[in-house]
Nanobody, 115 residues
Framework: QVQLVESGGGLVQPGGSLRLSCAAS????????MGWYRQAPGKQRELVAS???????NYADSVKGRFTISRDNVKNTVYLQMNNLKPEDTAVYYC?????????WGQGTQVTVSS
């Protein structure tokens, strides 16, 4: 069982940047594919970005070129660098181990993009 704790959310103006972090406890972090999901009010949760154990990355079309997912297997942490943020990026962002609905989830961190 992997326990996940997200941080780094907040309020930012359109065009701004934020970096989310997800710290994982438990063994063998390096073998897990990791994902960032988000859920906006009234919408279904969606996969934003994922990174495999071999650092292969995938992104939702809506964030390609703006968001970057990365991982540090020494620190057991996965990051989501978000640039050129838009109001439609406003959501609660969740970290997930396994990129699987049945995997471990963090508690979420709120990102609000507003002027």
């Amino acid at each position: 069982q992997v326990q996940l704790v997200e941080s780094g959310g907040g309020l930012v103006q359109p065009g701004g940047s934020l970096r989310l972090s997800c710290a994982a406890s438990g063994r063998f972090f390096g073998i897990w594919a990791m994902g960032w999901y988000r859920q906006a009010p009234g919408k279904q949760r969606e996969l934003v970005a994922s990174i495999s154990s071999s650092d292969k990355t995938n992104y939702a079309d809506s964030v390609k070129g703006r968001f970057t997912i990365s991982r540090d297997n020494v620190k057991n942490t996965v990051y989501l660098q978000m640039n050129n943020l838009k109001p439609e990026d406003t959501a609660v962002y969740y970290c997930n181990a396994g990129v699987n609905e049945n995997g471990s989830w963090g508690q979420g961190t709120q990102v609000t993009v507003s002027s």
